[in-house]
C-alpha cells in the first residue's frame, strides 16, 4: 500500500521552504502597499468611516489597489501550497476553507467596488460577496487548523498563536458586520454612533487576518522537523482513505460470515423443531461378523408365546427334553 507513496526522502526541502518565503514576500508585499495607499490618498478617502476597497475607485489607484489584494491573494496561495505539501496534520476541511478565503481575495481584487449611493452593479455584488467569504473564512479556517496542530506536541505553540489570532479575527469580524449594518440601516441612536466607524473595523479586522495568514505561514517549516517520518499530509489522507476501505471490506465480510453461521443453526433448528425435538434417525450399516449384535434373537429350540417371558437361565440356551 505505501509503495504508490513517495518516501520520506524524497520530499523537498526546498520547495517547502520556497513556498513559505513566497507567502512571506507576497503578504508583505500586501502591506507595504496598503501603507502607500493610506499614505497616498489619505485626502480621498477617510480611514475611519470608508472602506479599505473605496481606493480603487480614485484617479490612479485601481492598479495599486488590485496590486495590493492581488499579492495578499497571492500569498494565501502560496500558504495553501505549503501546508498541502507539509507533513503537518492539517486533516481536509481547513485547507478547503482557506481556498474558499483565497478564491474571495482574488475575486475582491478582480471585481471593484460601487461607489457610495450608486445602483448596485455586477462587479460591485461579487465584490462585496467576495470579500466577505474571505472575512469568514480565514478565522474559521485558521480555528480548524488550530484545533489540528493543538493535538501534537511539535506545533502546539503553532497551534496556540493561529487559535489566539483566529478566535480575536473573528471578534474583529462580527463587529466589522455590525458597523457595515448600522452603516446601511442606522435604525437606533448606538446604530447611528456606530456607522462613522466602519473603516475603522474593517482595517482592525483585516490587520488581524493578515497576522492570522502570517502565523500560518510560519507553521509550515515546523512539519518538516516535527513529522520527518512521515509522508506529506495529502499522501497521508490517501492511506487513511484505503485504510478505511479495507476495514469495511473486512468489517462487511464478517457481518456475511456471521449471517452465513446463523442461517445455517436456523435451518438446523427448525429440522428439529418439526421432527418432534429429535433429531432424525440416521441410517445404520449391518453389523459386521467381528461386530456382536446389541439385539441378539432368540436361540434355536426356544419357543416363545404371546404372553410368556423369555426363558432365562441355563434354560435359555439349550432345548428342553421331553
Known amino acids: 500500500m505505501h509503495a504508490l507513496l513517495p518516501p520520506p526522502a524524497s520530499v523537498d526541502h526546498r520547495g517547502h521552504q520556497s513556498l513559505t518565503t513566497a507567502a512571506h514576500t507576497a503578504l508583505t508585499g500586501s502591506v507595504v502597499l496598503a501603507a502607500l495607499l493610506h499614505l497616498g490618498w489619505a485626502k480621498q478617502v477617510d480611514p475611519l468611516g470608508q472602506t479599505l476597497s473605496d481606493y480603487a475607485l480614485h484617479e490612479g489607484t485601481t492598479t495599486l489597489f488590485t496590486a495590493c489584494v492581488g499579492s495578499a491573494a497571492a500569498g494565501s496561495a502560496a500558504l495553501l501550497a505549503g501546508l498541502l505539501r507539509s507533513r503537518l496534520p492539517i486533516g481536509s476541511v481547513a485547507p478547503a476553507v482557506l481556498g ?14 460601487d461607489p457610495a449611493g450608486a445602483a448596485p452593479s455586477l462587479s460591485g455584488v461579487v465584490h462585496r460577496h467576495a470579500a466577505g467569504a474571505t472575512l469568514a473564512a480565514l ?17 502546539r505553540a503553532q497551534g496556540r498563536r ?10 474583529a469580524a462580527l463587529v466589522f458586520l455590525g458597523t457595515h449594518l448600522s452603516a446601511l440601516r442606522p435604525v437606533t441612536p448606538a446604530a447611528a454612533r456606530a456607522a462613522p466607524l466602519l473603516g475603522l473595523a474593517e482595517r482592525v479586522t483585516l490587520g488581524l487576518e493578515v497576522a492570522l495568514l502570517f502565523a500560518m505561514a510560519d507553521a509550515v517549516p515546523s512539519g518538516r ?11 497521508r489522507r490517501l492511506s487513511a482513505g484505503r485504510h478505511t476501505s479495507t476495514g469495511r471490506r473486512l468489517a462487511t465480510g464478517r457481518r456475511l460470515a456471521t449471517g452465513r453461521r446463523l442461517a445455517t443453526g436456523w435451518r438446523l433448528a427448525t429440522k428439529l423443531h418439526t421432527s418432534g425435538g429429535e433429531p432424525q434417525p440416521t441410517s445404520r450399516r449391518p453389523p459386521t461378523s467381528r461386530q456382536r449384535p446389541t439385539d441378539r434373537p432368540p436361540s434355536t429350540g426356544q419357543h416363545t408365546s404371546a404372553g410368556e417371558p423369555p426363558a432365562t437361565g441355563r434354560h435359555s440356551s439349550t432345548s428342553r427334553r421331553p
Open 139 to 155: 478565522p474559521v479556517g485558521g480555528l480548524l487548523l488550530a484545533h489540528r496542530l493543538h493535538g501534537h506536541a511539535p506545533t
Open 100 to 113: 474558499v478565503g483565497c478564491a474571495g481575495l482574488a475575486l475582491s481584487a478582480v471585481f471593484p467596488t
Open 162 to 171: 493561529i487559535r489566539r489570532l483566529s478566535w480575536a479575527s473573528s471578534a
Open 225 to 235: 522537523g516535527a513529522f520527518a517520518g512521515q509522508p506529506p499530509s495529502s499522501a
